[in-house]
């Protein structure tokens, strides 16, 4: 199986932009990806193109890969769209490895993009419920912060997680999204403002909940055949995995738990050859506060139940020993749904080439992404290796 | 790059049915690819999945791979949901020899479905419509039939293309879907009767537009490592071929082509290492009766401006030297968006298996598909190949 490598990845600010398009969110996008990659990059090298939106609002909504490579030149290039829900581009960036380890192509962007502030908040309500299942969860009335207030209560009450412990989550995010330019929501919160903040699903709160967002955001993955051409320092794609389960969170076997998490970040930790603990620092699907407890125990960095306090002891702030989130995460970088996966990418991209500026990870040599379709309909994790040893930041 | 092999495939019957679900139907279809396998299938042998569907209306719209894959057993299986409009199931298939090809999976299944009969006539102008441009054709009003009547329209005016032509398209096409137990409009129509329909979209008529469908299909897709487990005659993926364009026809360089259907051809002979004339038979994209004729052009079948005489000469009939769209075409066993581009892998598989009864080809040895999303904002081809020599039906 011939290896696929991350050469360059980029992304546009995350936020509400009522100047801006899909198309021209993605274009910035693409050329901030085009322009990362350290030997520069062609865009007449690129092979194929997979594209994640959930696309589901009023504008382009067939053929919407096609859309916007066409609007950053791309002719003729093959284009799939890929949608898996909020995990639309993490799959994306999946479909991409497995087009180079195909032999099928040598170049291959991999992005995604959403505009979600131009909805009315009933439409987003209906919208992002989209994700979840139709007949007895959105038709019936079940939002999107409905269904994980689930998953939050289920696993207080088993596990004695605490409201303050999902605040950390939050408290945390933001801490490090206040060092990320990008980031939508790029302030620091105290644990008071967080545990203060008015109720959205009990018991998840305004704190506990990612923004909704407009962004894009693209990675270009090359073949072993050509990544000389881009880079002297090759970030090898060690590890895909991916995994689904029942799309309704009432027809799954466990709410305390992540099913298609376990079973993706399983198979990329196999085809890597590691553990949870060879990582130094993970991006992980935190839609919510309880998302993110819950990405610990599936992905293993601690054991079932021990989530809160796992984020209690610090380990994941960005001095800890697995820092989580670098970027800001969903909760504080934003959440543009077909961007998420493939701007997981980016955090991954920039700290394992030391540009992660105030929020660098100390000489990373392999990273984790992790993202959730829905409420864990589908999952799909990346490990990022660097190939040589990494000089300090 | 290792070969991928086409060892099943089957479908719904493709209509209006009121009493069915689109996982209903995506039931019957999986169960009918998984009966066609010569030495039997067991569904826990499927590694990964890729189902195409456009998926605009009131059902499940986000993740809606993974609700049709939890519904037949995929329990946890890593599945994807391509969307690339008409053409969403077959890029759906060439996903799958892609995961084939990568190594990262033995056995794929590639599917897609589609419900449109429970939508008003207004709705379904909308939904279809989504598959054109958004801001110019779409919310300006044009209908998709009115996109390739501009098609025709321009076909006719450059190289002499006559309503009659179109109308023999039909004829053909509803004679070899009468003799599809599958199809929609499962019977025969004379050249008179497509000649005097009413008018849609000038100079398209009635008899020159498919049917609004529901159905599903699949196929299963499998590694050369595990081919022998399920057949003694494989079918090999000999080529894939993928292309993209302006999604907007009124942006692209010609309306008497469909570019990305050539280029998509032109890359799957390439990979296949053949010419047209080495082909036994063809499933095309004749959402319109022009759309057949651009095929023939677009795929080298004829020169430019000849497909009117190339139907006109019965080369393409069921006993001509090429013939087309044997199972009906999208005109009369009918067009649910995203099972289509699988349904034309269903009748390729059948050919070559000798299985297409009253409208077996003698003895083919090679097939094409060629599926076209929007008016050819993306095209993919495949070209089918028996290993073994044939004997007679």
């Known amino acids: 199986m011939p290896d696929a490598y991350l050469v360059g990845a980029g992304q546009s600010d995350y936020g509400a932009f009522p100047d801006e398009s899909y198309r021209s969110l993605f274009r910035t996008a693409f050329e901030a990806a085009a ?3 350290p030997e520069g990059f062609d865009k007449d090298a690129v092979d194929e193109a997979f594209i994640g939106t959930l696309g589901v609002g009023g504008r382009q909504l067939g053929l919407s890969g096609p ?3 066409e609007h950053v030149g791309l002719d003729g290039v093959p284009c799939t769209r890929v949608e898996n829900a909020c995990a639309a581009s993490g799959f994306a960036v999946r479909q991409a490895v497995q087009a180079v380890k195909s032999g099928m192509a040598d170049v291959v962007l991999a992005g995604g993009f959403e505009v979600m502030s131009d909805m009315s908040s009933d439409a987003t309500k209906y919208w992002l419920g989209v994700s979840g299942e139709t007949e007895w969860e959105r038709l019936s009335g079940t939002t999107f912060s409905g269904v994980y207030a689930q998953m939050a209560s289920a696993h207080m009450d088993r596990y004695g997680t605490t409201g303050e412990q999902l605040s950390r989550v939050a408290v945390k995010n933001h801490a490090n ?14 644990l008071d403002d967080a545990q203060s903040a008015p109720m959205v699903a009990d018991p998840l709160n305004l704190y506990h909940c990612c923004p909704t967002s407009d962004g894009a955001a693209c990675a270009l993955v090359v073949s072993e055949a050509v990544v000389d051409d881009y880079t002297d320092d090759p970030i090898r794609v060690a590890g895909v995995g991916a995994g689904s389960d029942n799309v309704g969170l009432f027809d799954r076997e466990t709410y305390t738990a992540v099913p298609a998490s376990q079973r993706a970040a399983e198979r990329a930790y196999e085809m890597a050859g590691i553990e949870p603990t060879d ?3 993970a991006e992980v699907h935190d839609c919510f506060a309880i998302a993110e407890l819950l990405a610990y125990e599936d992905l293993g960095f601690c054991e079932r139940g021990e989530s809160g306090s796992f984020i209690e002891s610090g380990a994941t702030e960005l001095d800890g020993e697995l820092p989580v989130n670098t970027s800001g995460g969903l909760k504080s970088k934003g959440h543009p749904i077909g961007a998420t996966g493939a701007g997981q990418v980016v955090e991954a991209f920039k700290q394992l080439s030391g540009k992660a500026g105030d929020r660098q990870v100390d000489s990373p040599h392999r990273g984790l992404t992790h993202n959730v379709g829905g409420s864990g309909g589908a999952a799909i994790v990346h490990v990022f290796e660097k190939e040589q040893e990494v000089s300090a930041p």
């Open 35 to 37: 322009e990362s990659v």
């Open 67 to 69: 859309a916007v490579t």
């Open 177 to 190: 999204g206040a060092k990320n330019p990008h980031a939508q929501l790029g302030f620091e919160c105290s």
């Open 279 to 281: 990582l130094d620092f």
